[in-house]
């Protein structure tokens, strides 16, 4: 999960360390979490095994390993806020997981932006992916699938559980010293020294000092290869001059020689990585908002947007997607400037903002069915820029990045959620939707356990169209203020 979108290790260790490295089991058959009765007070990962989600008794999906179990629940509540489960999951066989304390982690989202930054694409996505599994629960009495935006969507395949194990323990092995070898017993002055030369030049142990603070250097220093290699040539430079000028050694000399060459080369090559790249001033603001805080380079950005994308203009009331007409098999684009309207027979859904993708959700609902249309209708309300991947030359880029990839999709998972919440407050302003991505948990009052409960319920279902199209709140909502505290 967190490799894949370049986390190091010293951030994955205050994420293990955050949670205390605990891995809790559940046996076949038992409960995580029970139907209004369960408090919501943790955020946990599947490790192994297999969970069943039901409501009301009625099955609603299944989760998998390396996905989170409690990712709705989490997100519909504010820190302040309590809550209880309205589903219950349950093993269907015996499953681990990991989980975090709620004051604990958002006290570690508090002291480290990035590590919050990483746990709102990894739980949007998240939340996606299960509502795209709940797709085939909505159906009314007369047999018409209702979406959010996109047709149907194969589950994609979750990558299976690795199992590691510790490698065959090391044999160590030993034999006799050969016969010819004399014993230190035997000839004492012939392995140990009598007279003891006089010290070296200073230039010796000035190479000496350059290459052991080179070594100590520490990796969380940002240019810690920089100043590696400049001090690994710093010494290399004096024992050469010491060999050169008080020892004529010319084997010293040469080994240096050669050390000095390769690591100036290393160190040039680093300053040829770390050289300014020039971001388009229109597409700045985007580098800035969405690949900048998962740590994707320059160098890769400019990859990603100089080769086969082109930026386009809309003038106000032109449609970017017609509903049922125009194909979603063409094309992903980014909103750079300007305001859309998104609309369903008519009818108001939400707003996208500067910097969203416009097509996310088809994007995501038509990787494995091709020849889909838009269900929706997508206007331009004020003049409006576009940034426009081809798909088809896009997937097969993605295809070789392979970091680039995950970044690509947990950015299309969240925005895909960001929309989900939208449709619940169509009147969210750009404001409001920064503050969302910057808050994983502080999301709008819908949260997909309402998603879940209407989907479930065959009483509910005949309005879940008007609900989403409404824009409205049911009462299903679970937030529960702390007012006992």
Same mark, same amino acid.
């Given at each position: 999960?967190?490799?894949?979108?370049?986390?190091?290790?010293?951030h994955f260790g205050k994420?293990?360390?955050?949670?205390?490295?605990?891995?809790?089991?559940?046996?076949?058959?038992?409960? %995580?979490?029970?139907?209004?009765?369960?408090?919501? /007070?943790? @955020?946990?990962?599947?490790?192994? &095994?297999?969970?069943? *989600? +039901?409501?009301?008794?009625?099955?609603?999906?299944?989760?998998?390993? %390396?996905?989170?179990?409690?990712?709705?629940?989490? /997100?519909? @509540?504010?820190?302040?806020?309590? &809550?209880?489960?309205? *589903? +219950?999951?349950?093993?269907?066989?015996?499953?681990?997981?990991?989980?975090?304390?709620?004051?604990?982690?958002?006290?570690?989202?508090?002291?480290?932006?990035?590590?919050?930054?990483?746990?709102?694409?990894?739980?949007?996505?998240?939340?996606?992916?299960?509502?795209?599994?709940?797709?085939?629960?909505?159906?009314?009495?007369?047999?018409?699938?209702?979406?959010?935006?996109?047709?149907?969507?194969?589950?994609?395949s979750t990558t299976p559980?690795?199992?590691?194990?510790?490698?065959?323990?090391?044999?160590?092995?030993?034999?006799?010293?050969?016969?010819?070898?004399?014993?230190?017993?035997?000839?004492?002055?012939?392995?140990?020294?009598?007279?003891?030369?006089?010290?070296?030049?200073?230039?010796?142990?000035?190479?000496?000092?350059?290459?052991?603070?080179?070594?100590?250097?520490?990796?969380?220093?940002?240019?810690?290869?920089?100043?590696?290699?400049?001090?690994?040539?710093?010494?290399?430079?004096?024992?050469?001059?010491?060999?050169?000028?008080?020892?004529?050694?010319?084997?010293?000399?040469?080994?240096?020689?050669?050390?000095?060459?390769?690591?100036?080369?290393?160190?040039?090559?680093?300053?040829?990585?770390?050289?300014?790249?020039?971001?388009?001033?229109?597409?700045?603001?985007?580098?800035?908002?969405?690949?900048?805080?998962?740590?994707?380079?320059?160098?890769?950005?400019?990859?990603?947007?100089?080769?086969?994308?082109?930026?386009?203009?809309?003038?106000?009331?032109?449609?970017?997607?017609?509903?049922?007409?125009?194909?979603?098999?063409?094309?992903?684009?980014?909103?750079?400037?300007?305001?859309?309207?998104?609309?369903?027979?008519?009818?108001?859904?939400?707003?996208?903002?500067?910097?969203?993708?416009?097509?996310?959700?088809?994007?995501?609902?038509?990787?494995?069915?091709r020849g889909e249309r838009?269900?929706?209708?997508?206007?331009?309300?004020?003049?409006?820029?576009?940034?426009?991947?081809?798909?088809?030359?896009?997937?097969?880029?993605?295809?070789?990045?392979?970091?680039?990839?995950?970044?690509?999709?947990?950015?299309?998972?969240?925005?895909?959620?960001?929309?989900?919440?939208?449709?619940?407050?169509?009147?969210?302003?750009?404001?409001?939707?920064?503050?969302?991505?910057?808050?994983?948990?502080?999301?709008?009052?819908?949260?997909?356990?309402?998603?879940?409960?209407?989907?479930?319920?065959?009483?509910?279902?005949?309005?879940?169209?008007?609900?989403?199209?409404?824009?409205?709140?049911?009462?299903?909502?679970?937030?529960?203020?702390?007012?006992?505290?």
């Amino acid at each position: 999960m967190f490799k894949k979108l370049g986390v190091s290790l010293i951030h994955f260790g205050k994420i293990v360390e955050c949670c205390e490295g605990d891995i809790y089991t559940i046996d076949k058959d038992h409960c %995580f979490a029970v139907e209004g009765k369960t408090s919501i /007070d943790k @955020l946990s990962v599947l490790i192994s &095994g297999r969970i069943r *989600v +039901t409501v009301n008794g009625e099955f609603l999906h299944y989760i998998y390993p %390396f996905q989170f179990l409690d990712s709705p629940e989490w /997100d519909s @509540l504010r820190p302040s806020e309590e &809550g209880i489960f309205q *589903v +219950t999951l349950r093993a269907d066989n015996r499953s681990r997981y990991v989980a975090w304390r709620r004051k604990k982690l958002y006290l570690l989202f508090a002291q480290h932006r990035y590590i919050a930054k990483i746990f709102a694409l990894l739980v949007r996505n998240d939340i996606a992916e299960k509502l795209f599994s709940l797709n085939d629960k909505a159906f009314d009495i007369r047999g018409f699938r209702y979406d959010l935006r996109p047709r149907t969507l194969e589950l994609e395949s979750t990558t299976p559980l690795e199992n590691f194990r510790m490698s065959d323990s090391l044999n160590y092995s030993t034999s006799p010293l050969p016969s010819s070898v004399p014993s230190v017993a035997g000839d004492l002055n012939a392995t140990s020294c009598q007279d003891w030369e006089q010290s070296h030049h200073l230039l010796f142990h000035l190479a000496n000092l350059s290459l052991g603070l080179g070594f100590l250097i520490p990796t969380t220093i940002a240019l810690h290869m920089i100043v590696l290699r400049l001090l690994l040539m710093t010494g290399c430079s004096l024992f050469i001059a010491w060999a050169t000028l008080y020892r004529c050694t010319l084997d010293v000399m040469v080994w240096n020689v050669v050390f000095l060459l390769v690591n100036f080369m290393h160190f040039f090559f680093l300053l040829y990585k770390r050289r300014p790249i020039k971001i388009d001033r229109e597409l700045k603001s985007l580098y800035k908002r969405m690949f900048e805080p998962l740590h994707v380079r320059e160098a890769l950005f400019q990859r990603l947007t100089g080769q086969f994308c082109t930026i386009q203009t809309l003038k106000k009331g032109q449609v970017y997607a017609a509903e049922d007409k125009t194909s979603v098999d063409e094309r992903l684009s980014i909103l750079l400037k300007g305001k859309m309207k998104v609309s369903y027979r008519g009818h108001f859904l939400h707003n996208i903002y500067t910097n969203a993708f416009i097509d996310s959700p088809e994007f995501r609902s038509t990787q494995m069915n091709r020849g889909e249309r838009f269900q929706v209708t997508i206007t331009a309300e004020e003049n409006c820029k576009l940034l426009c991947w081809s798909r088809e030359r896009l997937t097969y880029f993605l295809d070789s990045e392979s970091f680039l990839n995950e970044v690509f999709r947990y950015l299309i998972g969240k925005d895909i959620t960001n929309k989900l919440y939208s449709l619940n407050d169509p009147t969210l302003s750009d404001k409001a939707v920064k503050k969302m991505d910057r808050q994983p948990s502080l999301c709008s009052q819908l949260s997909m356990m309402q998603m879940r409960n209407s989907m479930a319920s065959t009483s509910d279902t005949d309005d879940v169209l008007n609900q989403i199209l409404r824009g409205g709140s049911t009462g299903s909502s679970l937030p529960v203020t702390s007012d006992r505290a």
